[in-house]
């Protein structure tokens, strides 16, 4: 399975993006690509539907790949202005 997400974000409100908007293929996915237009997004992420997340970093007009299997979720903020992400995610 696979996903692709695309979203846009503004002015500090985090956005998750979960197995529910990606139907299901999130958690199952070990190679996520993430694409960040615009503003600096911070990211977090969820594996395991542990109690706390995992902050990757804060990323600006870049590519980050991710390397991980059961990611429940995804958290994207903006602290001020906005941008533009583009999620992809494949099984190995």
Sequence with gaps: ??????????????????NEEVKG????????????????VQV???VANNSSNL???????????INAYGVTGITLTVASGSASVSLAGVEE
Excluded: R, W
Excluded at 55 to 65: R, S
């Design 55 to 65: 902050t990757l970093g804060t990323f600006t007009d870049q590519i980050e790949n």
């Design 44 to 46: 977090d992420i969820n």
């Design 1 to 18: 399975m696979s996903y692709q997400y695309n979203i846009d974000i503004s002015n500090s409100t985090p956005v998750v993006v979960d």
């Design 25 to 40: 293929s999130l958690g199952s996915a070990k190679f996520h690509t993430l694409q960040c237009t615009g503003d600096a």
